[in-house]
């Protein structure tokens, strides 16, 4: 089947089962690629680059991320380049915003839509390695057959996401091999070597978006659950966690945190007084009231005046 001989047949025929989505994950992203996309597994276009002019600005509106990632991207191509396989890195979108292929298979790869340019959103090309990985935002790996278009079956596909410093899905790293005799234990060496380069991309931007702070390994950081990190400020609020310490430390996921004592995040008792720096004190206060000058002075044990003009002798504004 790895031809796409009556691939478009057997992904219809599961789609059309009432159990399908339920049976794997595979069926579940055939379905949506189908009923909620409206896609034909026989009939999809080509793959079509978009023009230089608009994936430069999409690149440059991806930040640091593409300058940050092409490091381990190098690295971790190294590894894979030998196996004839091609690495993609996508926009949060699905679009490639960068490649590495051998001089030998890039044409190749070109030829299959696996260039810079390209959409790979699940919308556009059903259920793929970079897509679906986006949509479930998880690490998948797309055999051949179990691609949704027939044109795709030709590769198969290793992806895992990328999540921003605030927890959002940001990108997908993916490994594409062309080779038939990709066996299983292959496959899954692959997908966990591109599992760490994106957790270590993910950390390479949470580090460089809190560079003037200091960064701290949340407990209980769970094997490859991502970076469990927390970036903390001089006065010991934490001002930023990945998701994976977000969702250790029940954190809200997808949005800036508010300034909050590193010592309620890990549930550690108050401890501290004025003698400890009035600064760092006076910002855990106002952090743990919300802002509030006056529940903020009630907690500190002193008057709303008082708790004025100390924040006054140290440079702090209400």
Do not use: K
Not at 107 to 122: M, R
Not at 164 to 189: C, I, K, T
């Amino acid at each position: 089947m790895d031809d796409g001989s009556h691939h478009g047949e057997q992904v219809l025929r599961t789609v059309r089962s009432e159990s399908a989505a339920a049976l794997s994950p595979v069926a579940a992203s055939w379905c949506r690629s189908a009923l909620r996309y409206g896609l034909d597994p026989d009939g999809m276009p080509a793959v079509q680059p978009i023009e230089a002019a608009m994936l430069a600005r999409i690149r440059e509106a991806s930040g640091a991320l593409p300058l940050i990632a092409g490091p381990v991207i190098d690295t971790l191509f190294g590894s894979v380049a030998r196996s004839g396989a091609c690495l993609l890195l996508a926009n949060g979108d699905g679009v490639v915003l960068d490649m590495r292929a051998g001089a030998a298979d890039h044409a190749h790869f070109v030829s299959h839509g696996l260039a810079p340019g390209a959409d790979w959103g699940e919308a556009r090309e059903g259920t793929n390695g970079i897509g679906t990985c986006l949509v479930e935002q998880r690490p998948v790996t797309i055999r051949r057959n179990e691609h949704f278009a027939s044109r795709n079956t030709a590769v198969s596909c290793m992806a895992a996401p990328v999540f921003d410093p605030e927890g959002r899905v940001m990108a997908a790293l993916n490994v594409s091999s062309a080779r038939s005799d990709l066996d299983d234990a292959m496959a899954l060496l692959v997908a966990a070597l591109v599992h760490d380069a994106a957790r270590t991309i993910e950390r390479d931007v949470f580090c460089q978006s809190f560079a003037d702070a200091r960064i701290v390994l949340a407990p209980g950081e769970r094997p490859g659950g991502g970076p469990s990190l927390l970036a903390v400020d001089r006065d010991d609020l934490v001002i930023g966690a990945t998701r994976a310490a977000r969702r250790r430390l029940g954190l809200e996921i997808g949005t800036m945190l508010d300034p909050r004592p590193l010592g309620d995040v890990l549930g550690q008792p108050a401890t501290g007084g004025f003698d400890d720096g009035d600064r760092a004190v006076l910002r855990r206060a106002l952090a743990r009231a919300g802002g509030n000058v006056s529940a903020a002075a009630r907690l500190l044990g002193i008057g709303r005046a008082t708790f004025y003009r100390r924040m006054e002798r140290v440079g702090l504004t209400a």
